[in-house]
């Protein structure tokens, strides 16, 4: 069965761009989770969404946003990069949602210069 | 926010020895969730605890959900060097979908 597909893996970008990140969750899971992990703030919740609705926030800037298609597959996109912004960001897939566990990707490297 | 405090924050341990993990929390969770990250990948799921006072087993690994819902611990008995790693402790609620607070962190180190 195959795992959560994040792509891409590595992706260099500079300040001010825009970038977009995929995810394709496990096949018939239809909530998807993003986090963000860098070494000082550790893993941090961004959103969840579940059948094409966000379903949970966590506490980023506006800048940061998402969106999930009908097949469940989601992309993450942060606007006007910054620094700070650098991290590497995971998605998790599970079933539905509360008593189902997450399963995570593999991540994306971001590099802001 | 939440905060999750996990202890130690590191351990270098023998080959064979037994390790002991925890996480405790200000704020009751009514899950609790180990995963395990190797370098380059992403958190592996290893156990899932969803009632209180519930110890669960996944081969050497054991771990409980505290009783007061604030807390849990992760065991590893007779590590092996495979169990290098980072170890993550989530909280979260049935209720509110899948939103996880983590754990700092516990990076486990073992001598061969």
């Known amino acids: 069965k195959a795992g959560v597909t994040q792509t891409p893996r590595y992706l260099i970008k500079t300040r001010g761009q825009q970038v977009t990140l995929s995810c394709s969750p496990i096949s018939g899971h239809r909530s998807v989770s993003w986090y963000q992990q860098t070494p000082g703030q550790g893993l941090q919740f961004l959103f969840e969404?579940?059948?094409?609705?966000?379903?949970n926030k966590g506490n980023f800037p506006g800048r940061f946003s998402g969106r999930q298609f009908s097949n469940s597959r989601s992309e993450m996109n942060v606007s006007t990069l910054e620094l700070g912004d650098s991290a590497l960001y995971l998605c998790?897939?599970?079933?539905?949602?509360?008593?189902?566990?997450?399963?995570f990707g593999d991540g994306t490297r971001l590099s802001i210069l | 926010g939440q905060q999750l405090n996990q202890s130690p924050q590191s351990m270098f341990i023998q080959e064979g020895e037994d390790v002991s993990m925890n996480c405790t929390s200000s704020s009751i969770f009514n899950t609790w969730l180990w995963y395990k990250q190797d370098p380059g990948e992403g958190p592996v799921l290893l156990i899932a605890?969803?009632?209180?006072?519930e110890l669960t087993s996944n081969g050497r690994l054991t771990a409980q959900f505290g009783i007061t819902r604030k807390d849990s611990f992760l065991n590893i008995s007779a590590s092996i060097p495979s169990d290098v790693g980072i170890y993550f402790c989530?909280?979260?609620?049935?209720?509110?979908?899948?939103?996880?607070?983590f754990g700092g962190g516990t990076r486990l180190m073992v001598k061969p």
């Open positions: 969404y579940f059948s094409e609705t966000q379903r």
């Open positions: 989530a909280g979260g609620f049935r209720n509110a979908g899948n939103m996880l607070t």
């Open positions: 605890l969803y009632k209180a006072g």
């Open positions: 998790a897939s599970s079933l539905d949602g509360g008593h189902q566990p997450q399963h």
